[in-house]
């Protein structure tokens, strides 16, 4: 774990016993994407575990309001049949690099299922936001294309076999890193193939996603 981030295991643990069990707060290191979980507070409410990676992240870069704002709130997305309210602080080291992440997760079943008798003091959650695409200045586009610079360290893309690269493809698909424009060309550099390669990936795994569903 990065040294800055073992300073935020205290507020994680606050906000945790704050809120109660409802409330899960994941810390990540973004230094490796694929494992990046190593820290977590209640973690039944969404089953998160350390050495688990990203997962909606990405989304919530893309929702933040604005370009320099270092911190996205108010994701929802669904859980274990569960309606889970999600933000996202971004931590950056000294150099203002993004090294990590502190995610709340906070189950919102029981507040759901008492919005009949408690609809005049407190409003619905809206409809979970669909993951779409769009941009907030270069910040955003740098903050997601460091974490396929993270994703890709610690091997030489030469020597990375077809299946290898499939594997990559894969995870960053699954984490919504092609949404961010201009992605699939900046990956198709660094694992130095073309980007017409890159769709052709993206197509092969949509094709076998398809056939398991079938």
Sequence with gaps: MHPLLKRYIPLADMLAATFGEDCEVVLHDLADPEHSVVYVANGQVTGR????GIEHLVREVMQADGPEQ???VNDYFHKHGRLIRSSSLFIRDEEDHLIGAMCI???TTRITQQMAFLQSLMPKPPEPVAAHETQHGNRVEDM???LVDNILAGCDVRLLTR???????RFMQ?????????????VAKRLGITKVT???YLDELRKKSQDADD
């Design 198 to 200: 890159v769709y052709s």
């Design 105 to 107: 997760n906070l189950d």
């Design 49 to 52: 575990r350390i050495g688990q």
């Design 163 to 169: 299946e290898e690269r499939l594997e990559k493809i």
């Design 70 to 72: 270092d911190y996205a």
């Design 174 to 186: 699954k984490r919504g890193i092609f949404q961010v424009k201009g992605s699939i060309e900046q």
């Design 144 to 146: 997601v294309m460091s």
